[in-house]
RNA sequence: GGGCCCGUAGUUCAGCUGGUUAGAACGGACCGCUCAUAACGGUUAUGUCGCAGGUUCGAGUCCUGCCGGGCCUACCA
C-alpha cells in the first residue's frame, strides 16, 4: 500500500487562455496530493499540460500570421511558466501536439470504432466556435444585429457536414450502474447528484468528426475528418503513460488513474463522455474524478469583461508563493465556490503564518538558541504534557491523509493548524522562560518536544508550503533525505548536541503598505 | 417545467444515522504572560438555527408548504 502507484492528473488547459488564478489552484490541488503521497511513500505521477487543437486555435494562429504549430508552441510557454510561478511538481508536460498524443489518440479511435460504436452520419446545427459546441435552435437568442447567438452569447453558425458519431445513446444504462457501483468515482456529492441526473435525462449519441478545419488529429483511415476535440483532448490521460502501449510503459503501473481533478465547468466530459469513451474502447475507467468550485473575486465571478481576473503572478509579487498557496487551499472549503479577497488573505497570513506556526517556530527556536547553546537540548524523563503533544503531532498525518484523499484540504490544513495551537498552548502552560531558573534541565526538555512538534509540522506541511518548510526543517538540521512521512515519530527524533543554524521568520507578516507610511 | 444544493453567532463556516445548557475559527471586549514576528494563553456571544405548519416523549437534524440565493437540466406555444 505504502509504495502503490497513484497518478493524478489536472485538465488540459485551453492554450489560447491566459493562465489566471483557476487554472493555477486547479493545478496546486493536484501539486499538494502529489507531494502528499510522494511523502507518505507512494510513486507518484502527476500530469498536467495544454490542449492546443481546434478550430479557435487555429484561427487565432491565422490571426496572428502565425502557422497553428509554432503559434501553439509560443504560447503554452505561458503554463510552463505557471507551473515554475506555483513550483508545481508535475512529473510531466502533456501537449496534444506531441507526436505521441496523436498515436494514442488515433489508437482509442480504433479501439472504439473496432467495438463497434463509431458510425457515419451527417451532422447540421448551430455550432460555436468559440464554445466548441452545437445549440438547439431553441436555444438560441439574436442580439442586435439580428446574428444569432448562444447562451453563452458567442455567434453560432449553420454548419451541415459529414461526421463520425459515438453512439452514447448506449450507454446510459452502463454509465449509470457504474456509478452505481463507484459511489467515489464523482466528488463533491453535489456534482454527482448532477451527472446521475444528467444521465438519467436520457444521452444522445455524439458526433465525433468535423470536416470543417483542419487543425487536429485526423480520424484514422479518413483524414477528411478532424477528430472532435473532447476525445482528442481527454485521451491525454493515457497518452501520458505510455498508451497504446499497454505492456512496457507505465501504463501498467499508473492506469486507471487515481484522480482527474476538474473545475465544475467540465465535469460533464470527464465523468459522461469519459468513462463512456472508455468503456467502449475496452479500457478500465478512472478511479475518481473531482469537480472544484469557483474562486469568485468579492462574490463575483472573474472574468475578461468585467476586469477582475486575478492573476497568480500578481497574488504571488504581493504576498508571496508560499502564503498563496496556503490561503487557496485554506480558505475556500474545496468543491465550493468561494470569496477571494485581499482582506481575508491578509487575516490568513498573519494569523495563521506568522501568529500561529510562524512565531511558534520563531520563539521556540529562539530559546533553544539562547540557552541551549545553540544546539538541539537533551531532553529528561518526558511528563504527561509532553507526551501527549508528541502523539498528537504524530497522529494528526492520518487526519491529514484521510482529509486530502477526500480533497478536503481546508479540513485537513485545519487538522494541522490544531496541532499548532496545542503547541503554543503547550509553551505557555510550560513556561520554559521561568524554568530556565527554576529548572534546567526540565527547560531542556520542553524545548526538545517544542523542536520534535516543530520537526514534524515542518514535514507536514511541505506539500502545501515547500519552500517554508525547508526553511523550517533547516532551523533544525534536518537532513534533505530525512523529511518523509516515514521519519515522523520517534525513531528519527532530533539528536540532542546537533547544533543548530540562528533561527530566523519564516512567515513574515503581512502589513499594508498604505499603513505603513 | 423537472432536479440538486444552500440559507446556523458581526464574518466564514462545523453540526453523522433526531436526544442533556447549539460549536469552531476570525473579528470585538476584558484579563494574564513576556520566550517570541506587539506575537502567545485565558475568559467572553442577549445567536427567533430563513419563515410557517406537521411527525415525535423530544428537531438545527425528518415531512409539507412558502420566501431568498446558487447550480444542473428540459422546454411549450
Redesign the pocket.
Known sequence: MASSPYYLTTPIYYVNDRPHIGHAYTTLACDVLARFHRLDGRDVHFLTGTDEHGQKVEKSATAASKDPQSFTDEVSQNFRKLAEDMNYSNDDFIRTTEERHKRAAQAIWKAIQDNGHIYLDSYAGWYSVRDEAFY?E??LTKNEDGQKIAPTGAEVEWIEEPSYFFDLSKWQEPLLEFYEQNPDFIGP??RR??VV??VK?GLKDLSISRTSFKWGIPVPNDPEHIMYVWLDALTNYLTAVGYPDTENSDYSKFWPADLHMVG??IV?FHAVYWPAFLMAAGLPTPKRVYAHGWLLNKGEKMSKSLGNVVLPEDLISQYGLDPVRYYLLREV?FG????ISHETMA?RI??DL???I???????L??VA?NCDGAVPTPGPLTEADETLLSAALDVVDSARDEFDRQAFHRGLDAIWNVV?DA??Y???Q????LRKTDPDRMATVLYVLAETIRHLGILIQPIMPDAAAQMLDQLAIGEDARTFAHLGPAHALTAGTSLPKPA?????YVDEETVS
Open positions: 438547439a431553441t436555444e456529492d453535489s447528484n448532477e441526473s444528467f435525462g465544475k465547468d460533464r472549503p465550493n465556490d468561494g470569496y487575516a498573519n494569523s506568522a501568529n500561529d510562524g512565531n511558534l517556530a520563531q520563539r521556540s529562539s530559546m539562547k495551537g503554543n498552548r509553551v505557555d502552560s513556561a520554559p522562560w521561568e521568520p519564516v512567515f513574515p507578516r
